[in-house]
């Protein structure tokens, strides 16, 4: 395990530029969207929610999650807040 040291003002300033690069793929991150098994997934579901049609908005969607998510807890961290 590695520590890397980084102003936390950055990886924020990065994360939301992130978040705004995700709001511009297909028209819009799809943040119905959720990670799935492909080997698993039933293909009718799938077409049912979206997924077929507009994929580059259902990938958005999840990543734009994932890094709102890390987003937060990096705010919330009382760790992170120390300067």
């Not at 028209?27 to 997934?41: I, K, R, T, V």
């Not at 734009?64 to 705010?75: I, N, Q, R």
């Amino acid at each position: 395990m590695s520590i890397i040291l980084i102003k936390k003002e950055d990886l924020v300033e990065l994360l939301q530029s992130e978040l705004k690069a995700w709001e511009n793929i297909g028209g819009g991150p799809n943040l119905n969207a959720f990670e799935f098994n492909p080997q698993e997934a039933d293909p009718a579901s799938l077409r049912d929610l979206g997924y077929y049609t507009r994929r580059d908005s259902w990938i958005a969607g999840v990543r734009y999650k994932k890094v709102l998510e890390y987003l937060k807890s990096l705010e919330d961290s009382p760790l992170a807040a120390r300067q």
